[in-house]
């Protein structure tokens, strides 16, 4: 199943690190989150992405090239003006070797999501596929996300999560006195749009009447889906963050170095630890507008082939 990634965004509430470079190349535990997030769906047996870029985007294909072709250690033949991958000294290869295919399509620097993904409608009208964004980690099951998906026969699926929040409740009467205070909870009470969406080819047609460059995707797009009963939600019980701000990213470089990354999910489990289970309402229903928040969070050698569009 092909995967879309949005890759073309400003970054702007990320500056610090945004001005230097487009935000799915800011990297956690020295690999930028584009990698983090096509590993993920990799572990899952989908390899196929298209990425939509925008904002630097020839920095991504750069990253892709290389990463392509230059990752590990090499042998340059000059006679013959090739390069070739070189085992190590014990005899392995240094990276992996997924086979991924990558399409990098020029979806313009001001254009919004929803325009983004028109644009993208010539790679991904085969079949059904994946959507996410560029900047969010997550151990959602996609097996099980697509597997609801299929269950309910409807066109578009968005995976809805409970954001990791960096602000203290309180909880107080009707009269206004305090009872509680809740220092930075893990979560907050509200789902929200999480991304790793399911789609079906038909969405194309759908939301062509309100969709154009100018259009995010999390909004008219989005609504048209729910307005017509073909936007159901799937329930991600486990981690989910998005690298919105500096602090969110300091916090995920602090859990990768601890080796408390649960979204790493091509690692084989620690000490015998499984990853957190996700859950599947039996009684799938619409979106409704009270339900979830469409808006995401506080904002609406060889192994991998690429090709520039």
């Known amino acids: 199943m092909k995967v879309a990634i949005f890759a073309g965004g400003k970054g702007s509430r990320l500056i610090e690190e945004t001005h230097l470079r487009p935000k799915p190349l800011v990297e956690i535990g020295g690999k930028p989150l584009l990698w983090h997030i096509m590993q993920h769906y990799s572990a899952y047996g989908h390899d196929h992405f298209v990425l939509a870029l925008g904002y630097m985007g020839a920095a991504i294909k750069k990253y ?7 990752e590990g250690n090499l042998r340059v033949d000059f006679t013959t003006r090739e390069i070739f991958g070189q085992e190590n000294s014990t005899g392995d290869f240094d990276v992996p070797n997924p086979p991924w295919i ?37 151990d959602v099951d996609l097996d099980k996300l697509v597997a ?10 968005m995976t809805v999560v409970n954001p990791h929040t ?7 009467d009707d009269s206004g ?4 205070f809740v220092e930075k909870p893990d979560s907050a009470r509200n789902l929200i749009n999480g991304g790793f969406f399911v789609l079906e080819p038909q969405i194309f047609d759908l939301i062509e009447d309100v969709t154009d460059a100018t259009v995010m995707w999390e909004q008219s797009p989005l609504r048209k889906l729910m307005e017509q009963g073909e ?36 690692e084989a ?41």
């Open 177 to 180: 006195r305090v009872l509680d």
């Open 231 to 266: 936007l159901m939600a799937y329930q991600h019980d486990g981690f989910w963050s998005c690298c919105d701000h500096l602090a969110d990213k300091r916090r995920l470089e602090a859990m990768w170095a601890s080796g408390n990354r649960p979204w790493a999910t091509w």
């Open 269 to 309: 489990p620690k000490n015998g630890s499984q990853a957190p289970q996700m859950r599947i309402d039996a009684s799938p229903a619409p979106v409704k507008s009270g339900d979830a928040g469409i808006g995401r969070g506080s904002h609406p050698g060889e192994w991998v082939r690429y090709r520039s569009i």
């Open 148 to 157: 609801f998906h299929k269950s309910h026969g409807r066109i578009a699926t």
């Open 64 to 70: 892709m090239a290389e990463l392509s072709q230059y």
């Open 102 to 138: 990558v399409d990098l399509i020029d979806t313009g620097i001001e254009t919004m999501t929803g325009g983004r993904l028109q644009m993208l409608r010539h790679y991904l009208s085969d079949d059904t596929f994946m959507l996410t964004y560029g900047d969010g980690l997550s």
């Open 166 to 172: 960096t602000f203290g409740h309180l909880q107080f």
